[in-house]
T-cell receptor, first 113, second 111 residues
Framework: DSGVTQTPKHLITATGQRVTLRCSPR?????VYWYQQSLDQGLQFLIQ???????AKGNILERFSAQQFPDLHSELNLSSLELGDSALYFC????????????FGQGTRLTVV | EDQVTQSPEALRLQEGESSSLNCSYT??????LFWYRQDPGKGPEFLFT???AGEEKEKERLKATLTKKESFLHITAPKPEDSATYLC????????????FGKGTRLSVIA
């Protein structure tokens, strides 16, 4: 158990809908990262937050947004969902940012039908 | 732009047959290189961090080494439970992505 908690584990929704994925980081970790993993792709970086502030942004679609709350949990919002958004979404956390190891949650499997 | 290339894409070993996985990287100022293990449908599990060329880390049957251009994950006398995808990631001084991952090596160990 990495200590990073993601909910829900599975999500099935229809095209055009909006969903929210939740992540609770390990105790004491200030940085949260979101990654997307599709079948044929590796782990694609979406966005990083550090102590409530956006720290780095990857190839995150405009339909996607995220935030980190004062209690350090984070939410990833996905809207106007398309079939191609079906993937595993992982959250990871680390103590700071940069060269410290990141620990991953078990992921949310999103299926868009 | 930081890049990570892992080879081979897939590797099939007999139980007890030692081998190495390769991770080649280009990064502007390496802050750290990380190895993870990922089982199907699960989150990546942290294995090692390497910071500078010449550094080595060991854990059970796994040993990670680092040079200025690549890292190796050596697997000694593997067992079927070592079957997984092994991911390499780098964190560099520049660029916008805190951790850049390779596509992984899918390892199968046959009893």
């Amino acid at each position: 158990d990495s200590g990073v908690t993601q909910t829900p584990k599975h999500l099935i929704t229809a095209t055009g809908q909006r969903v929210t994925l939740r992540c609770s980081p390990r105790s004491g970790d200030l940085s949260v990262y979101w990654y997307q993993q599709s079948l044929d792709q590796g782990l694609q970086f979406l966005i990083q937050y550090y102590n409530g502030e956006e720290r780095a942004k990857g190839n995150i679609l405009e339909r996607f947004s995220a935030q980190q709350f004062p209690d350090l949990h984070s939410e990833l919002n996905l809207s106007s969902l398309e079939l191609g958004d079906s993937a595993l979404y992982f959250c990871a956390s680390s103590k700071t940012w940069g060269n410290t190891e990141a620990f991953f949650g078990q992921g949310t499997r999103l299926t868009v039908v | 732009e930081d890049q990570v290339t892992q080879s081979p894409e897939a590797l099939r070993l007999q139980e007890g047959e030692s081998s190495s996985l390769n991770c080649s990287y280009t990064v502007s100022g390496l802050r750290g290189l990380f190895w993870y293990r990922q089982d199907p449908g699960k989150g990546p599990e942290f294995l090692f961090t390497l910071y500078s060329a010449g550094e080595e880390k060991e854990k059970e049957r796994l040993k990670a080494t680092l040079t200025k251009k690549e890292s190796f994950l050596h697997i000694t006398a593997p067992k079927p439970e070592d079957s997984a995808t092994y991911l390499c990631a780098v964190c560099g001084n520049s660029g916008n992505t805190p951790l850049v991952f390779g596509k992984g090596t899918r390892l199968s160990v046959i009893a």
